[in-house]
């Protein structure tokens, strides 16, 4: 099977603009979740999507929104980016038979100037 | 709400045996998962205990006791290659919450 992908793999915005990733889980899987990892904050978990519903959310302000599509596919956005925003921002997918292992993605590097 | 702590870095020769403690804080707790993400790549899964005990896979094994909310993770035969960060997480409310990583690098 083939992996969790994301797109872009690099991105480059300026404070205020918006931007929206794309993560494509594994075949099968019905739960996709999204993180943020920086260096001084680590991995933060942002929300988890399952059959088109957001099952669970993190502490992130309104900004950062996502959505899943019919097909399991998942894209988040940010509004308004700040410099604080620039991350790795990682998706990963789980099958509902094995919940506990998170498959991840490459992920898509956000630098906000 | 939940913390988790783990060492920032540990530091051991080839062949050597490495233990990553993990100890937690948590309302709820369903089970430990351990993950290994190398410098500019994606974290991976290695290990999950939802019951006390040992876990083995390979050289890898994870340990849990529920009633000292601690956990670990024993790496063996350490070879140049498992140089990386090491992550223990918990399910909290259905979000899956990581400790902040603990690097460990392996010299020659």
């Known amino acids: 099977k083939a992996g969790v992908t994301q797109t872009p793999r690099y991105l480059i915005k300026t404070r205020g603009q918006q931007v929206t990733l794309s993560c494509s889980p594994i075949?099968?899987?019905?739960?996709v979740s999204w993180y943020q990892q920086t260096p001084g904050q680590g991995l933060q978990f942002l929300f988890e999507y399952f059959s088109e519903t957001q099952r669970n959310k993190g502490n992130f302000p309104g900004r950062f929104s996502g959505r899943q599509f019919s097909n399991s596919r998942s894209e988040m956005n940010v509004s308004t980016l700040e410099l604080g925003d620039s991350a790795l921002y990682l998706c990963?997918?789980?099958?509902?038979?094995?919940?506990?292992?998170?498959?991840f993605g490459p992920g898509t590097r956000l630098l906000v100037l | 709400g939940q913390s988790l702590e783990q060492p920032s870095e540990v530091t051991a020769v080839e062949g050597a045996i490495v233990q990553i403690n993990c100890t937690y804080q948590t309302s709820g707790f369903y089970g430990l998962s351990w993950y290994q993400q190398h410098d500019g790549g994606a974290p991976t899964f290695l290990s999950y205990n939802g019951l006390d005990g040992l876990e083995e896979t390979g050289r890898f094994s994870s340990f849990l006791s529920r009633s000292d909310s601690y956990g670990y993770l024993l790496l063996q035969e350490l070879q140049m290659k498992d140089s990386a960060s090491y992550f223990c997480?918990?399910?909290?409310?259905?979000?899956?919450?990581f400790g902040a990583g603990t690097q460990v690098v392996v010299t020659p």
């Open positions: 075949s099968g899987h019905r739960s």
């Open positions: 990963a997918s789980s099958s509902y038979r094995d919940s506990e292992t998170q498959y």
């Open positions: 997480a918990v399910k909290e409310g259905g979000k899956l919450q």
